[in-house]
């Protein structure tokens, strides 16, 4: 009968296996920690424990997602008072006028917000093209049409978080673009 001995290759595979899953769920930690935006820690992240940084990130999960029901419910009443006002006049009419444009500064990153008409739409080629000349990469851009409008939502993220970008040229530049 064979003696194990304390380093046999089974128990080291299960000490490398723990370890790479340590090391693993650090580095997902790590990436959670990252796209929270830096205004939404209270002290800074160096100081907070693993533990208290995964807290603030579920908050601030868990404050997106009242945000989203807040802007569908929104939705939902804007769709309803315009379906109710197209039954009664026979008319389409807009409480905001097209285009309409809203940069957001989230910290190292951007959101961009583009609500346009079908008839008068833009390249959204050109819109990252700006992002990106400015010093932003653009991370995700989602298209939607709801009636005769199409909502387009981009998501930037900055190149180099030392020099930041100027959101003021970026929306000059997107505002002359999108007006045009």
Known sequence: MKKRS??????????????????????????????????????????LSQHDQL??????????????????????LAMSSNNTNNETTNTTTDDFKLPVFELRDLGSSLEVLLISGLKRNFKLYEVISVLQDEGADVVT????????????????????????????????????????
């Open 6 to 47: 304390s380093t046999s290759p089974e128990k080291l595979d299960r000490k490398t296996v723990e370890r790479n899953r340590r090391i693993h769920m650090k580095a997902l930690c790590v990436k959670l920690t990252s796209l929270i935006p830096p205004n939404h820690f209270k002290p800074s992240k160096e100081m």
């Open 55 to 76: 807290d603030q990130a579920a908050t601030y999960i868990k404050q997106l997602k009242e945000r989203i029901e807040e802007l569908k419910s929104m939705k939902a």
């Open 141 to 180: 851009a989602t298209c939607a049409t709801v009636g005769d409008k199409v909502f387009h939502t981009i998501h930037a993220q900055v190149k180099v978080s030392r020099v930041g970008v100027e959101t003021s040229r970026i929306c000059q530049r997107l505002q002359e673009l999108i007006i045009c």
